[in-house]
């Protein structure tokens, strides 16, 4: 089936460390973009790349880094820079000037 | 993007028509009316979007009154899986990049109920 997954659908991280979050899409669609969901809160821009090995700082980049080797994986990492990292993180994905498509999410928590 | 107003929670009976609606009275003409919406504790997912005419897809239809002040969600046959938060959102389509970023509201909570 054609979608966008990603893994792991819940991640904990100790204090100072790196995780990264993966997502894949099989859709062949140019754009893919990262969010943050806090609790009873809207979606908030992370990340986006609009093609392969380029990509755009969202709204609330700090503390987060991004990579677009691949036109499929757009895999996000959070540093230890981010200091408020729990939250839920969605990736999206779409042809370039049309409405996006979800994942299912990683649910990021602090240990 | 423009504002929008939607109830904070809705009731439907199984089987029954769910009409949401959405005022978004500051709407500018090149601007479109998308519907998303979230299950809990997974992605949201993408339903319909329209500029002025009514549009009909398998998941719903979207009416959008004549002055594109307000429109309606309608999912025609509302089952319990339809339970979810949605959202109206109001932009100008075409846009790639940052600007195809999308900006949720706090949504209508739809029960479906037996």
């Known amino acids: 089936d054609g979608g966008i997954t990603q893994s792991p659908k819940y991640l904990f991280r100790k204090e100072g460390q790196n995780v990264t979050l993966s997502c894949e899409q099989n859709l062949n669609h140019d754009a893919m973009y990262w969010y943050r969901q806090d609790p009873g809160q809207g979606l908030r821009l992370i990340y986006y790349?609009?093609?392969?090995?380029?990509?755009q700082k969202g709204d609330i980049a700090e503390g987060y880094s991004v990579s677009r080797e691949k036109k499929e994986s757009f895999p996000l990492t959070v540093t230890s820079a981010q200091k408020n990292p729990t939250a839920f993180y969605l990736c999206?994905?779409?042809?370039?000037?049309?409405?996006?498509?979800f994942g299912d999410g990683t649910r990021l928590s602090i240990l | 993007d423009a504002k929008t107003t939607q109830p904070p929670s809705m009731d439907c009976a199984e089987g029954r028509a769910a009409n949401l609606p959405c005022n978004h009275s500051?709407?500018?003409?090149?601007?479109?009316v998308y519907w998303y919406r979230q299950i809990h504790s997974q992605g949201p997912q993408y339903i319909i979007h329209g500029l002025k005419n009514n549009e009909t897809n398998e998941m719903a239809s979207l009416i959008i009154t004549e002055d594109r002040k307000s429109s309606t969600l309608i999912l025609p046959h509302a089952t319990l899986r339809d339970t979810a938060v949605y959202y109206c959102i109001v932009r100008v389509a075409g846009l790639t990049g940052g600007g195809n970023k999308l900006t949720f509201g706090t949504g209508t909570q739809l029960k479906v109920e037996l």
């Open positions: 500051t709407i500018s003409g090149n601007e479109y």
């Open positions: 999206a994905s779409s042809p370039l000037n049309q409405p996006q498509h």
């Open positions: 790349s609009q093609i392969v090995n380029d990509f």
